[in-house]
């Protein structure tokens, strides 16, 4: 999988790129990072990439030319997701990053300011895609979010594929929330682990998983359960 940022900020992506699990998959050769800025399209000595709005009113918007020429630059796949990062997009949830995971080429545009200039979203945007009801100052930390969404489903990028399979809202955990985990010691002030977890009995470790599985989904988020039965 390709994934390309266009960001007035490359270096904060190129950062987190460099760590963890993403650059786990990069070293794998699962996945490539491209970041590009849309001030490498500009052509006045500031390097303007926005500019007040027509109309009037508070802030700035990013112009087109600069953020359209960068993706074009990148030659995304045709057909490829071309995603902008903004409040007024789709919600993101795990169906979609199970989805985008299956594409072999992802572009992000991350906006700033009041945010873009509408013909960006005509001329080059596929979809736009938000991190939930709230405004960010930029596209960027949403993006990174997705991204790492993303590429932990990308086959051969985790160690041990069993652990995004049933981690919560995956098809393996019906799409509830993830069990409850326990590690060693196996009493901590007080709190032991439960037995069974110890007992070394599969089937009924799994029977205990599932039913933590569902009281958590009841305790924490009893929409997944109304959303569940409803379909
Ligand atoms: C200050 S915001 C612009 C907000 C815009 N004026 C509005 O009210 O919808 C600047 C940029 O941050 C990013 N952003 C802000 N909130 C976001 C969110 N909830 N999800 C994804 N991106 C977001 C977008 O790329 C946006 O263009």
């Not at 699962?30 to 508070?58: I, L, Q």
């Not at 992000?108 to 509408?118: I, L, M, P, Q």
């Not at 960027?140 to 049933?166: F, M, N, P, Q, Y």
């Amino acid at each position: 999988m390709r994934i390309n940022v266009v960001t007035i900020f490359p270096e904060t992506m190129d950062a987190f790129f460099a760590a963890g699990m993403l650059s786990v998959a990069k070293k794998k050769g699962r996945v490539e990072f491209r970041s590009v800025s849309p001030r490498e399209f500009t052509s006045d000595a500031h390097r303007t990439v926005d500019d007040a709005p027509f109309g009037g009113g508070p802030g700035m918007v990013m112009m087109a030319p600069p953020i359209v020429e960068a993706v074009e630059s990148l030659q995304p796949a045709p057909g490829s997701p071309v995603i902008l990062m903004g409040p007024a997009g789709k919600r993101f949830e795990q169906a979609d990053a199970e989805r985008l995971a299956r594409e072999p080429e992802l572009t992000f545009v991350c906006g700033r300011y009041k945010g873009v200039d509408e013909r960006i979203r005509d001329l080059v945007v596929t979809e736009e895609i938000s991190l939930g009801d709230f405004v960010l100052s930029g596209g960027e930390v949403a993006a990174a979010a997705v991204i790492e969404a993303i590429v932990r489903l990308v086959d051969g990028v985790l160690g041990d594929d069993e652990s995004a399979a049933t981690d919560s809202f995956a098809a393996g955990r019906d799409g509830l929330l993830d069990c409850a985990w326990y590690t060693r010691p196996a009493e901590y002030r007080g709190r032991k682990v439960p037995d069974v977890l110890m007992s070394g009995h599969h089937a009924e470790i799994e029977k205990w998983r599932r039913q933590s599985s569902l009281e958590r989904t009841r305790r924490y988020r009893p929409d997944l359960i109304d959303k569940k039965s409803s379909t």
